[in-house]
């Protein structure tokens, strides 16, 4: 491990990385935890467990393979619409067009979303969303959407849940 360890400082010198958290985790337990670094280039601060990092786009591929898990196991259906698992959305009836499979390939109308998302609370994503209008019909045009994937990771999560 100490090799590991070594080689990975050396990388983040090379390329200049502040830091990094790793997790190695099976089947909830946790195989190693280590944290390497600073958090904040000004004041030096070490890197902490609790600090959190922006991972942005890097949550989709984990969102899809969650979706499509559930789906795989019946628990959800590509074809239903996002309405039956978030309902605040089935105020809207084009919102009831959306599907999970659109939502999943960026084919749901929606707008991209904010870049500043993290200001906002989860009640105050989901009026942003249901209160906007869609940009086309669903199924018609791509438009790389950080709202859908949004609704994605809030849908089994939703007190409709499956």
Known sequence: MNDLLTDLQHRMRVRQIPGLSIRVAENGNNLFNCELGVSDLSSGERL???HLFRIGCLTKPIVAHAVLHLASQGRLDLDDSI???IPKLATRPEFCSITIGHLLSHI???ARGPYDAHL???KDTLLRISSSQLLFVPGEHFKY???GYYLLGVCPTS???I
């Open 108 to 110: 749901a109308g929606l």
């Open 159 to 161: 007190p409709a849940q």
């Open 83 to 85: 309405a039956i698992y």
């Open 120 to 122: 906002y609370s989860d």
């Open 48 to 50: 902490e467990p609790t």
């Open 145 to 147: 959407s950080n709202w």
